[in-house]
């Protein structure tokens, strides 16, 4: 099992920007493939992002698209989510997940196939 520590969280004002870290402890995270996920207050849990292992794979939901990059320091233990432009409806709670079964390149969008997860950020964005 992996530890997942979430920070980088806040408010900012809507066309802003902010950079959230995933930290990872108790195992090396070139096993996993992470996501990052988030909930709105009332809402479900929404897929935002992926990284394969390799690094070399990556997924977004639309909404994000072209605004928001993931990216993997395995040096480090850490992911990151760099969301630019950012938009009221960004505001949820972050979640960072790993995946620990996935072929190398592939990435999965599902976030019932996640064992592991950080306990959240908040990201709020104001108008």
């Known amino acids: 099992q992996v530890q997942l520590v979430e920070s980088g969280g806040g408010f900012v004002q809507a066309g802003g920007s902010l950079r959230l870290s995933c930290a990872a402890s108790?195992?090396?995270?070139?096993?996993?493939?992470m996501g990052w996920f988030r909930q709105a207050p009332g809402k479900e849990l929404d897929f935002v992002a992926a990284?394969?292992?390799?690094?070399?794979?990556?997924l977004y939901t639309d909404y994000v698209k072209v605004r928001f990059f993931i990216s993997r320091d395995d040096a480090k233990n850490t992911v990151y989510l760099q969301m630019d432009s950012q938009k009221t409806g960004d505001t949820a709670e972050y979640y960072c997940?790993?995946?620990?079964?996935?072929?190398?390149?592939?990435?999965?969008?599902?976030?019932?196939?996640?064992?592991?997860w950080g306990q959240g950020s908040q990201v709020t964005v104001s108008s």
């Open positions: 990284i394969s292992r390799s690094g070399g794979n990556t």
């Open positions: 997940a790993a995946h620990g079964t996935l072929p190398s390149n592939e990435v999965s969008l599902f976030g019932g196939s996640y064992r592991d």
């Open positions: 108790g195992r090396t995270l070139t096993n996993y493939a």
